[in-house]
């Protein structure tokens, strides 16, 4: 089973407008950490934001924001005020109690800001 | 620049060709991690070092794979015999004993066998 699903292969947001990219998750600890990485055509992985499972407030980066909602296993990220250089690869990961503290991705959503 | 560097950049391969690849993490970092990335695909990961040590090998992780990291500093992945399903970019990261634990990605090696 997937422990990451991105349902959204490809998202088209205009420009300055905010946009959602959907993140589910599949864990049976109760202790785990939410990540979401850009990736530019350049290829390197960028570290965005992080949410941890007991923290009870929404994580929030300058324009990124996570929508956590535990009980429905989901950690959205909202992106505010998109920017041409916003368009990119997204990943959301997560990293479970006792891996290592390696972390398991998505498959990614394909962001696309239009001028 | 004190970020992951990894080398080289580019690899074009015939198969049956050994190649390998370097990665010099943040250097305070003592946590090492190899992902592989195919098209279209999310970061998979191949192996984990703590300092020297490599704590962990994915399945992916055949045979043909070996990774080092000797005295704990640098690390090296080489690929022995190389097949055309060996193509992607690996991508190495780093992180150390933050709260979030967040790792650091060097911009990765892209390997094409022919």
């Known amino acids: 089973a997937q422990k990451i699903t991105q349902t959204q292969p490809g998202m088209f947001v205009q420009e300055k407008e905010a946009v959602t990219l959907d993140c589910t998750y599949d864990t049976s600890d109760q202790s785990y950490g939410l990540f979401w990485y850009k990736q530019p055509s350049s290829g390197e992985m960028i570290f965005l934001i992080y949410?941890?499972?007991?923290?009870?407030q929404n994580a929030t980066e300058g324009r990124y924001s996570l929508n956590f909602q535990k009980a429905r296993k989901s950690a959205n990220l909202v992106i505010s005020a998109s920017q041409l250089g916003d368009s990119a690869m997204y990943f959301c990961a997560m990293r479970e109690i006792g891996s290592n503290y390696k972390l398991t991705f998505g498959k990614g959503t394909l962001l696309t800001v239009n001028p | 620049d004190t970020g992951v560097s990894q080398d080289p950049r580019h690899k074009i391969t015939k198969r049956g060709q050994n190649v390998t690849f370097r990665c010099d993490p943040i250097?305070?970092?003592?946590?090492l991690y190899w992902y592989r990335q195919t098209l279209g695909q999310g970061p998979e990961f191949l192996t984990y070092?703590?300092?020297?040590?490599?704590?962990?090998k994915s399945r992916l992780l055949s045979d043909r794979f070996s990774a080092e990291r000797p005295k704990g500093s640098f690390s090296t992945l080489e690929i022995q015999r190389t097949e055309q399903g060996d193509s992607a970019m690996y991508l190495c990261a780093s992180s150390f004993g933050t709260n979030t634990g967040e790792l650091f990605f060097g911009e990765g090696s892209r390997l094409t066998v022919l």
């Open positions: 949410q941890g499972s007991y923290d009870e």
């Open positions: 070092f703590q300092n020297e040590a490599q704590l962990e």
């Open positions: 250097s305070e970092h003592n946590r």
